[in-house]
């Protein structure tokens, strides 16, 4: 059994199970200086590039030619390299043969089984997706820090002081303090609050308390 073969199981696997992404075989891999070919890659591109790679597959024939913890590295090699979170170290044609892995974080790798490897891909979200959301929680602190900062102007906010208009002792109206006919006709005024006085008094048509002292 040749690898191409293999090769071509995996992207065909890869093309059945997830057609919203793209698939590669022989796909370049920088490793610092040196170049490395990844066997088959599933990848989301992004306009003309290869974009970012959702699954790495190793390909090996029937039987294994070296080491399979060798097989192991190899794949986590490419996987670290590139940052991708899924893998597969494909022994041979079927699937059930092929071995799983996820690129927890920091290069913790776990074996997973096929179907947690499907699922997690269907979920796959960008790196662009998690990594450009910083954007996002920033407006949504501001706003939240700006809601918060209205919310507390109001609440905190010193009510204004309660109007105050003046009476007389006989008369049956309230006035503004600087009321004319207040200065001319009465020899003591008493202050009182607007609301008090609105109840008990009509408003003094010279100066017209209910509006300026309401507006005041
Ligand atoms: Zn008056």
Request: charged share 20%; aromatic share 12%; net charge neutral.
């Amino acid at each position: 059994m040749r690898e191409a073969i293999v090769e071509q199981a995996v992207t065909t696997y890869f093309n059945r199970q997830f057609p919203k992404f793209s698939t590669s075989q022989q796909c370049g891999v920088q490793f610092g200086v040196k170049q490395g070919i990844a066997d088959v890659i599933l990848h989301q591109p992004i306009r003309d590039e290869t974009g970012y790679f959702v699954a790495i597959a190793e390909c090996k024939r029937l039987p294994l030619p070296i080491p399979r913890a060798q097989a192991r590295a190899q794949l986590k090699g490419y996987m670290s390299a590139t940052n991708t979170q899924y893998g597969v170290l494909a022994v041979g044609t079927d699937p059930g043969n092929w071995e799983f892995c996820e690129n927890k974080y920091n290069n913790w790798f776990v074996e997973i089984n096929q179907e947690d490897f499907e699922r997690g891909i269907e979920n796959w979200k960008p790196v662009s997706a998690r990594t450009s959301h910083w954007w996002k929680r920033i407006a949504l602190f501001l706003g939240v820090l700006f809601i918060v900062s209205i919310l507390s102007l109001l609440l905190l906010w010193p009510d204004p002081p309660e109007p105050i208009v003046y009476i007389t002792e006989t008369g049956r109206k309230y006035h503004t303090y600087n009321c004319d006919f207040l200065k001319q006709n009465a020899h003591g005024k008493f202050a009182i609050y607007l609301d008090e006085a609105e109840r008990n008094y009509d408003p003094c048509r010279i100066c017209s308390p209910h509006r300026t002292e309401k507006s005041r």
